[in-house]
């Protein structure tokens, strides 16, 4: 196979650069002689050195050769600065400049082979230390002091430039080497190679010098030292380069603490002061060494200082990560934690997920500032009731829950049932007395094996019964599981059935009650009432499911489905001369919803039917939920031509005081005055009363749940204008209300 283009430039490059690189070292010979030319051979291997590390990256370790590689550049340019100078001076007249030039590269390329070993250890530990810069300056000071002292008392002369340039290549390889064996056993590098050889390589510049620093003590600096000088450094930077190339050891990846970096500066500070004892000893003692020895002392008390400090932030954070920051109360990390290291245990744990009734309320009446406050009074006072006997912690919004270490589920449900009590006292929050209630549910691990987030799960779901219940307190047994199960899996098949296109899941149907005016018997209208097919469980009622739409946020998409099948219904029957007004439910979240009136207006043109034939059904607690967004929709309502009807009037809060104000047709008396009109002389009142107010606003009244004559009988004498219940038809399917219609021989209203 022929090269490539870019194969053959490259090799150009490199024979272009090694033509150059020859001539360079004929040049120098020629000015400078041998040695000036030993030293750039070094430099031009050190830089082929860095060139290779350069072209080298290995996944997360790439920062390791990366930063050898600057360290090969600052030994080629530190041997290359040594070439130049005795080229210039072959003579060697400039004797002091010898030497800086390589130390200077020195301890720039232990810096860089050290920023190496530190991340090599990082990518193979969990241990990342931020002071490691700080470890390795004051190591190098100590190291430079204990030298010079050495020195000072073995030669009892005072240290020269030239002894200073030694002391310090030596002192920042002993850090190297030091760093190279510590990375080893910290970072389980003792079977790669490549560690052992930078670890070799450290120790044997090191040795070498060492043997220079014997040498000079006894003759001056030259010859055979800066031929050792030469060669050590040359070959640590080829030992990088090899070890780049070299392929990846085995290695066990493990938690290192911070201990050895603390310790080595606790020694750091130790050997500073011992080395001040001793240099005071001297008779005539080295100013440097105390600096030296001061500096180093000072940079591992910084160090300590800063290792303290990271320490106390780390703690408040992780106390932070643990704490809900608007009630100072734990949060649920903290709850997971704890709940989990006592269902580990053999005694197990009980839990209490605690739900506030009525908050929502709050919120939208008075703002989130009145309701974070309750939230914080709340929190206060559940702590209070629960006086230590376990942990309380806020999940979110409104939810609260208390692990307890004793899972015994009676004294749970005691300990339950005072929390209920304590948070239905009043609170005087921002001038307004609130009100609220809790709902709580109780899971133990005696009840069964309810770990890996089972007991939360189950502590959940008894509480959504307590709420639905009213109970206030509610314990998960294996029928609240199956319930709460049964639940979860029809609030998903719901979903899956409003959102998607599969029939799985079954479909939902439109069934029709008929409205009858109550002193004719004509059939005036017909409200249209939802069922769920489902293929498993048969025709589901309204209760079975709408709950569940509510509570996940499906109630409007259902809402549309009712809404197209009831106009399209009303149009079908209008087409075949039964021209009836057909009503339709809005739900709350229908209500709030900012298309509403688009969708109404949408469902009308689909089935081709008048604004007139539409009427929408909204219940009292509905309409109290935001009065003066009811106002303004209902409003928006009517205008479009469409009817509003009051829906389970009587039932929620009143809304006598919004009655003149909302642009209804009609109210609807709910149910539960209906059963007990005939039998309660108080309820017989309040009908009464009821439908002489409609008729004074204008107003016709509709009274559902007549299931008997004697009902029907005085709600006529008492003036009300429509009934629906039982005692007239069942709620049927469209073809079964046509029929009954003709078998009952009833008579239609006009149009």
Same mark, same amino acid.
């Given at each position: 196979m022929l090269p490539g283009p870019r194969s053959a430039q490259t090799r150009r490059g490199r024979v272009l650069a090694a033509a150059v690189s020859l001539l360079l070292l004929v040049l120098v010979a020629l000015a400078g002689g041998l040695p000036a030319a030993a030293w750039l051979s070094g430099a031009l291997v050190a830089a082929t050195s860095a060139h290779l590390l350069r072209n080298r990256s290995r996944d997360d370790e790439s920062p390791v050769w990366l930063w050898s590689s600057r360290g090969a550049w600052s030994v080629a340019a530190g041997l290359a600065a040594e070439a130049v100078l005795r080229a210039a001076d072959p003579a060697g007249t400039a004797t002091g400049l010898r030497g800086w030039g390589v130390t200077v590269a020195a301890v720039a390329a232990c810096a860089c082979l050290y920023q190496g070993m530190v991340r090599w250890n990082r990518s193979g530990t969990e241990l990342s230390d931020p002071g490691d810069w700080l470890n390795g300056i004051s190591a190098f000071l100590a190291a430079l002091a204990l030298a010079a002292l050495t020195l000072a008392w073995t030669s009892?002369?005072?240290?020269?430039?030239?002894?200073?340039?030694?002391?310090?290549?030596?002192?920042?390889?002993?850090?190297?080497?030091?760093?190279?064996?510590?990375?080893?056993?910290?970072?389980?590098?003792?079977?790669?190679?490549?560690?052992?050889?930078?670890?070799?390589?450290?120790?044997?510049?090191?040795?070498?010098?060492?043997?220079?620093?014997?040498?000079?003590?006894?003759?001056?600096?030259? &010859?055979? *030292?800066?031929?050792?000088? =030469?060669?050590?450094?040359?070959?640590?930077? #080829? @030992?990088?380069? $090899?070890? %780049? /190339?070299?392929?990846?050891?085995?290695?066990?990846?493990?938690?290192?603490?911070?201990?050895?970096?603390?310790?080595?500066?606790?020694?750091?500070?130790?050997?500073?002061?011992?080395?001040?004892?001793?240099?005071?000893?001297?008779?005539?003692?080295?100013?440097?060494?105390?600096?030296?020895?001061?500096?180093?002392?000072?940079?591992?008390?910084?160090?300590?200082?800063?290792?303290?400090?990271?320490?106390?932030?780390?703690?408040?954070?992780?106390?932070?990560?643990?704490?809900?920051?608007?009630?100072?109360?734990?949060?649920?990390?903290?709850?997971?934690?704890?709940?989990?290291?006592?269902?580990?245990?053999?005694?197990?744990?009980?839990?209490?997920?605690?739900?506030?009734?009525?908050?929502?309320?709050?919120?939208?009446?008075? &703002?989130? *500032?009145?309701?974070?406050? =309750?939230?914080?009074?709340?929190?206060?006072? #559940? @702590?209070?009731? $629960?006086? %230590? /006997?376990?942990?309380?912690?806020?999940?979110?919004?409104?939810?609260?829950?208390?692990?307890?270490?004793?899972?015994?589920?009676?004294?749970?449900?005691?300990?339950?049932?005072?929390?209920?009590?304590a948070a239905a006292v009043p609170s005087e929050t921002g001038g307004r007395v609130l009100r609220v209630s809790a709902s709580i549910g109780v899971a133990s691990t005696m009840l069964g094996e309810q770990r890996d987030g089972e007991l939360l799960r189950g502590a959940d779901a008894a509480m959504y019964i307590a709420k639905r219940s009213g109970s206030g307190v509610c314990v998960y047994d294996r029928a609240t599981d199956a319930q709460a199960r049964t639940r979860h899996e029809l609030a998903e098949e719901l979903r899956a059935m409003l959102t998607g296109s599969t029939a799985e899941h079954g479909h939902l149907t439109v069934h029709f009650q008929p409205q009858l005016d109550a002193a004719t018997g004509r059939v005036l209208a017909a409200e249209a009432l939802v069922r769920w097919d489902h293929p498993r469980r048969g025709l589901l009622g309204p209760y079975a499911f709408l709950d569940l739409a509510e509570e996940h946020g499906l109630m409007t998409p259902l809402t549309w489905h009712v809404l197209d099948q009831a106009t399209g219904q009303a149009a079908l029957w209008r087409a075949a001369g039964l021209d009836l007004p057909v009503a339709v439910n809005l739900s709350t979240s229908c209500l709030e919803y900012p298309g509403l009136l688009q969708a109404l207006e949408g469902a009308l043109d689909r089935a081709g039917l008048p604004p007139s034939r539409l009427v929408v059904e909204i219940t009292e607690t509905t309409l109290m939920h935001d009065p003066r967004l009811a106002v303004e929709v209902t409003r928006q309502i009517a205008g479009l031509g469409i009817a509003v009807s009051i829906d389970d009037y009587g039932t929620g809060y009143s809304s006598l005081a919004y009655l003149n104000d909302l642009p209804a047709e009609e109210l609807k008396l709910d149910r539960s005055f209906t059963g007990k009109l005939t039998s309660d002389p108080r309820t017989r009142a309040i009908v009464s009363g009821t439908i002489e107010l409609a008729h004074h606003l204008g107003l016709r009244l509709v009274a559902e749940g007549v299931e008997d004559e004697a009902t029907l009988d005085l709600l006529r004498r008492l003036g009300c204008d429509r009934t629906q219940g039982f005692l007239h038809a069942r709620p049927m399917p469209a073809p079964d209300f046509a029929e009954w219609m003709r078998s009952a021989r009833t008579v239609v209203a006009d149009a």
């Open positions: 009892g002369t005072g240290l020269t430039g030239q002894d200073f340039s030694h002391l310090i290549r030596l002192s920042a390889v002993t850090v190297l080497a030091g760093s190279c064996l510590t990375v080893t056993a910290i970072a389980d590098l003792r079977t790669d190679p490549r560690a052992l050889v930078l670890t070799a390589a450290a120790l044997l510049t090191g040795g070498g010098e060492a043997v220079v620093l014997a040498l000079t003590a006894e003759a001056p600096a030259g &010859g055979p *030292a800066d031929l050792i000088v =030469l060669g050590v450094w040359t070959l640590l930077a #080829l @030992a990088a380069a $090899l070890a %780049g /190339r070299m392929p990846r050891g085995e290695r066990t990846a493990a938690y290192a603490s911070s201990r050895a970096t603390t310790a080595g500066s606790v020694v750091v500070i130790a050997a500073s002061i011992g080395i001040l004892a001793a240099n005071s000893a001297l008779r005539d003692g080295s100013v440097p060494v105390s600096v030296l020895a001061a500096a180093a002392g000072l940079s591992a008390c910084v160090r300590v200082l800063r290792l303290v400090h990271d320490l106390s932030q780390l703690a408040a954070s992780r106390i932070e990560a643990r704490t809900d920051s608007l009630t100072g109360v734990p949060n649920r990390r903290a709850l997971i934690e704890r709940l989990d290291a006592l269902s580990e245990t053999e005694d197990g744990a009980a839990l209490l997920v605690i739900d506030l009734d009525r908050f929502k309320d709050v919120n939208d009446r008075y &703002g989130h *500032a009145v309701g974070d406050a =309750l939230i914080q009074d709340m929190a206060e006072r #559940l @702590a209070g009731t $629960l006086n %230590g /006997r376990g942990l309380l912690a806020r999940l979110g919004g409104d939810e609260f829950a208390v692990v307890l270490s004793d899972p015994d589920p009676d004294r749970a449900v005691t300990i339950a049932r005072e929390l209920c009590e």
